[in-house]
């Protein structure tokens, strides 16, 4: 009960307007017991304390990631790697570096190769595979998800040989003899796809618990997931072993909403570690394959407004279901025409909760990526949360230009969104994008990608945060958005004791070596998970 | 944070076998702290703690009761109790009585009037309700459950007046001009209950505030629920707004199994204060309707051996998908043909639940009330937990013996249970029964009524339990059901602070005068719910 950990010597950024800055903080019990100089914190000590001199680090509330597809993350961690490999001989290195780290007998699953981008433009095969991994089977998918390369074990298990048809809409390449050569083109894929097990939920839950030290590693304490239910089972596995080492708000796939409706489940339900959030529809496409819904045409297409997922009258009906229930939303929304749509559903739906009572859900929209000026003032007035992932700007800001034109000044509008008075939380969106918040935060405050593009002031600077707006974002919204303001968010007594400490500090580095600053510990509920120092 | 309160001066039973007994016990955020003696206690104060003299008094683990259908057990304590009025004229005054107490507009509901029992065997009127309740509907209904007694507004709500037909299977009462009387038969009752409307969300909690209260006052911290959805989604109402103050499990009704593994829910998901539990399905029919499935005929009826509810089949299919998806059974069985069937699927069960891996899941048979002497070893076996109520037996026995004659000394068999090694838990049944735990336990240790029946060794006394066991089933066994050990059911360092002070030693006092036991105070995550002293 009384084990206790003592911080002190730190740059403390405590969130809390009551008292924004100290330099130490007492632990007990996973709770925060008191915030102070070193010499109030000092006097708390007993026998049991655990004292440790920060060194005059950095030290903000636990960073919390509002957007992550953190089943797809696990597994991906899991799978070898080789987008941007330049030829066949370092794929090939990486295949069997990645082997021969990670043992085993199960498949060995990966994607990114693109033989496109090789010197010789030539197919790689089953026999390049073979060499470097005979004894397990071997699926890599393209870069472009529409090929695949397997080793001849895969074939063999899938029994691709050469008596196989080609299945409609599909082709299985060959050598002069008919056989396989182990690259299967579109439909082809799931000749050997579809003998790849399924993870278990025990399997799951392993691949979780790596990737939770992986989040850890990168200052992470907690997270939004956007996967269905399978990772809810993980999850709550994990958590029924005492396992669970990251606060999880697992959002519903729509789906799935009759299913929480029909047993009774509310936003809310859960506890610290793992609790129900809310219901996830996609309003839109996206913006890379030009389908996030618009209200005008997309650059060079004026036949082309994008794609209308779900109907506003579907969401509407959705909505009032959830809402009735218990049960927030969080809508996809890419484009201008998709959040227009969703603002109109909300403003409905919020006029019927009123008539119902005090509105209680926390309703967001995910993403808010453009917006027409007549709409940006709107998540504030109805009260509905902006996730926004500020990696997503620098990542495809070429793509923003090129598709939506002059548009693209509306796009990741997270100052005009904080000006306006909506709450902004800030997330990843992983496994689309890495995970580290440090990337997220350098890309909120400068608008600037790592190799310094688009020039020193950014991209649309006028849209930069300031630092403390920014890991408020990553904090203390995150908290807000989840409901659980009481006991996370802010470094204050009887909060959550979760915390991220970072090598240098944060409010004074300049902003270009922000991506450099290393996560120095990571605690959550109490205990050092990540510890570098 | 800091806030504590020091018991001392008591007679504290912990349950806990490292420290089975203690005088003083220190309680802090809502844990224990510590447990010892007035002086080491005493030395814990500091300036926040409030210190507590027992005088002596009795303490033991937070009593929990095992069964309970609480929407129902709160929607009752709303409604006019009429069983047992002598007169028309005493049921008229408790009536008044109950309206001048719980003042509103709405409907008065209430069952347990007869008028059989009655002097002059005359049916009430409308106008008699109409003297003392004119400006609300009430609905009364029979102790049978096969008429209603109504008033005029209620008759005008539902437009039942002499140019209402009777429906088909139902009888309007009328007078010599045709006027409907105020009495509605069988299937005319429902005229007037359809426009009874049923509660809302906001309702059904504000009726468990009260129910909880009630809780508190007779010594519960804590129950496993066995009503639905409604009742599932009050409770986090409750929670949300940080009201609930009861421990409670709740069981999910098996129609709702396919919403619940839909949405991925596992058994243990929730928080301290509301948890999943396990999903609850009915394997027969109940002793009273002689509809209890049993291997042999029934006393005097050679055709009749009850109904099987679930067969066999359906249950391990029921079964199988709960398991899988993580879900813990709880099946209520209270023939020995059922309990058999149920131990067979059980037995199937837990062998397929071992071959995936460790055995994990805790499930339950509800009542075990009757067991075929052959089956009796078979739950401590399966790792099988006896849900089963002591009350029942001693309010059943007549029409145990009655229906199942010589069977009868194998049903409510708890001492059997206990020495075979199974897991005894027990619970009330509430509304079926009364909540309050005190009549449990003096039924289990006494095996009498209150009026002393069946005489002074009790009925089937070789059943009878020790007051040590008895707590054991109502707190340590609660825990262990719910697997919530590691938190609750006994007094320990780190455990949840929830605990049930008596008035008397229950384990010095005469069992006879066990029912008279005051409860001095009830506390839970250490604070006072109800204090008497």
């Known amino acids: 009960?009384?084990?206790?950990?003592?911080?002190?010597?730190?740059?403390?950024?405590?969130?809390?307007?009551?008292?924004?800055?100290?330099?130490?903080?007492?632990?007990?019990?996973?709770?925060?017991?008191?915030?102070?100089?070193d010499d109030e914190i000092a006097a708390l000590a007993d026998g049991l304390s655990e004292r440790i001199d920060l060194q005059g680090r950095c030290v903000t509330p636990g960073l919390v990631d509002a957007h992550?597809?953190?089943?797809?993350?696990?597994?991906?961690?899991?799978?070898?790697d080789l987008d941007g490999a330049p030829t066949r001989r370092v794929a090939l290195d990486r295949i069997a570096a990645f082997a021969a780290e990670q043992r085993g007998t199960g498949w060995l699953s990966g994607r990114g190769w693109s033989q496109g981008a090789w010197p010789d433009h030539a197919f790689p095969t089953a026999a390049d595979l073979d060499a470097i991994v005979p004894d397990r089977p071997v699926y890599l998918a393209h870069k472009s998800g529409h090929a695949a390369w397997v080793n001849?074990?895969?074939?063999?298990?899938?029994?691709?040989?050469?008596?196989?048809?080609?299945?409609?809409?599909?082709?299985?390449?060959?050598?002069?003899a008919g056989r396989p050569t182990g690259i299967l083109l579109e439909d082809a894929m799931t000749l050997v796809a579809a003998h790849i097990p399924r993870p278990t939920t025990d399997e799951l839950a392993e691949?979780?618990?790596?990737?939770?030290?992986?989040?850890?590693?990168?200052?992470?304490?907690?997270?939004?997931?956007?996967?269905?239910?399978?990772?809810?089972?993980a999850l709550q596995v994990l958590r029924e072993a005492g396992e669970l080492g990251l606060r999880v708000v697992k959002n519903v796939p729509v789906y799935r909403l009759e299913y929480a409706l029909g047993v009774g489940l509310r936003s809310g339900f859960g506890d610290d570690w793992l609790r129900i959030g809310g219901v996830k529809i996609f309003a839109d496409g996206a913006l890379g394959s030009r389908t996030a819904a618009m209200l005008a045409p997309y650059e060079g297409e004026p036949d082309n407004r994008g794609i209308v997922v779900t109907d506003k009258e579907e969401?509407?009906?959705?909505?009032?279901?959830?809402?009735?229930?218990?049960?927030?939303?969080?809508?996809?929304?890419?484009?201008?025409?998709?959040?227009?749509?969703?603002?109109?559903?909300?403003?409905?739906?919020?006029?019927?909760?009123?008539?119902r009572g005090p509105a209680r859900l926390r309703h967001r929209i995910e993403h808010v990526q453009v917006i027409h000026p007549d709409d940006m003032h709107r998540l504030a007035e109805l009260g509905i949360i902006a996730s926004m992932q500020p990696i997503h700007a620098t990542s495809d800001m070429d793509m923003a230009d090129r598709n939506w034109g002059e548009r693209a000044r509306y796009s990741y509008a997270w100052r005009t969104m904080w000006d306006s008075g909506a709450l902004v939380v800030f997330g990843s969106d992983a496994p689309v994008e890495r995970i580290d918040p440090l990337p997220g935060i350098h890309a909120a405050v400068t608008r600037r990608r790592a190799d310094g593009r688009p020039g020193p002031d950014g991209w649309f600077p006028e849209q930069r945060l300031t630092m403390a707006e920014t890991i408020f974002g990553f904090t203390t919204a995150a908290a807000l958005t989840a409901g659980q303001e009481k006991h996370q968010g802010t470094i204050a007594p009887t909060k959550l004791a979760d915390l991220t400490i970072f090598e240098r500090d944060l409010f004074v580095v300049p902003p270009d070596e922000l991506l450099d600053v290393g996560i120095a510990g990571t605690i959550v509920d109490g205990v050092f998970r990540h510890r570098a120092f």
């Not at 019990?29 to 100089?37: H, P, S």
């Not at 040989?161 to 080609?166: K, W």
Request: aromatic share 6%.
């Open 207 to 233: 691949a979780m618990r790596r990737a939770q030290r992986y989040c850890w590693s990168v200052g992470l304490t907690g997270l939004h997931d956007f996967d269905g239910r399978d990772c809810f089972r």
């Open 152 to 176: 001849s074990l895969a074939l063999r298990m899938a029994r691709v040989d050469e008596t196989t048809a080609d299945p409609p809409g599909g082709q299985i390449q060959r050598d002069a």
């Open 1 to 37: 009960m009384s084990t206790s950990l003592l911080l002190t010597n730190g740059r403390i950024y405590t969130m809390n307007p009551a008292q924004p800055e100290a330099s130490a903080v007492a632990i007990r019990d996973g709770r925060i017991l008191a915030v102070g100089n």
């Open 68 to 80: 992550v597809h953190f089943q797809h993350f696990a597994l991906s961690l899991g799978n070898v």
């Open 315 to 355: 969401m509407v009906e959705k909505a009032r279901q959830a809402s009735a229930g218990g049960l927030g939303m969080t809508i996809h929304a890419i484009g201008d025409r998709a959040n227009h749509d969703v603002l109109d559903m909300y403003e409905l739906l919020r006029r019927e909760e009123r008539e």
